[in-house]
């Protein structure tokens, strides 16, 4: 992984940071010996690197620049592009975050019929802190499919996803009378509420609620639950 920015001076009315960058996960040339050339990408979270996550770090070669705008300490813009290029043809199009479920470990791979052009994703995010406590976000991304899309999904090779979300943070204290063996040792509790708004050009209606607890910067825990309905 290569990034740099730049922040222009003297546009304090709206900070812009400007960055780019390459990442580089390796894929499989041959899937036939011995050897597993694939990056294995260990329990990782994809909103990190991929808010829209159709795609994961593993045999891909993610080109990308973006767009941060500041107008006030409250709000933050942010615009991205990304130009996603499989790293190997004969390995798999990856997707998952790992470790959420026992049949696949959380990672599914799909043959790409000898193609390495995945998408080139359009996004723009925006985050705004209501006080110190209430933070309000929403998000909407566009992938324009390629070779190894439309290989797969040749009646419709573009996708959208949109969601809005809510985190209200709470110090430990709130609700230490709730669970006072856990809560004292934590600096703070945050929940999120995010709702999905499309993915993949069908409807879904959904909601995900996040609990994470922290201790000073060694220890973070979270629990998602969440459920979705998608309408074909």
């Known amino acids: 992984m290569v990034e740099f920015g730049w922040q222009p001076p003297n546009m304090n009315a709206v900070r812009p940071w400007l960055r780019g960058g390459y990442d580089y996960g390796s894929g499989d040339n041959d899937p036939n010996d011995n050897t ?16 829209f996550p159709f795609f994961n770090m593993m045999n891909l070669r993610n080109s ?19 130009s996603l290029i499989l790293d190997s043809s004969r390995d798999l199009w990856y997707t998952g975050g790992g470790a959420f479920q ?3 470990f959380g990672y599914q791979g799909r043959t790409v019929n000898g193609h390495k052009g995945l998408a080139t994703l359009y996004d723009v995010g925006a985050d705004y802190n209501v006080n110190a406590s209430l933070t309000l976000g929403g998000y909407i991304g566009h992938a324009s499919g390629g070779a190894v899309i439309q290989s797969i999904y040749p009646k419709g ?11 209200y943070r709470l110090g430990h204290r709130a609700f230490a009378h709730l669970f006072p063996t856990v809560l004292p040792l934590c600096d703070a509790v945050t929940h999120g509420f995010q709702i999905p708004l499309c993915t993949c050009g069908h409807a879904v209606a959904g909601c995900y609620f996040r609990i994470e607890l922290r201790h000073q910067a060694r220890l973070r825990v979270r629990v998602w639950l969440g459920f979705d309905h998608t309408v074909l």
Do not use: C, M
Not at 157 to 167: I, P, R, S
């Open 64 to 82: 990308f620049g973006s767009l941060l705008l500041r107008p006030g300490r409250a709000l933050t813009i942010q615009a991205e592009v990304h």
């Open 36 to 51: 597993h050339g694939t990056f294995f990408q260990v329990l990782p979270t994809p909103r990190i690197h991929a808010k």
């Open 102 to 104: 026992p049949w696949t």
């Open 157 to 167: 090779n573009d996708g959208n996803f949109g969601y809005l979300e809510f985190t």
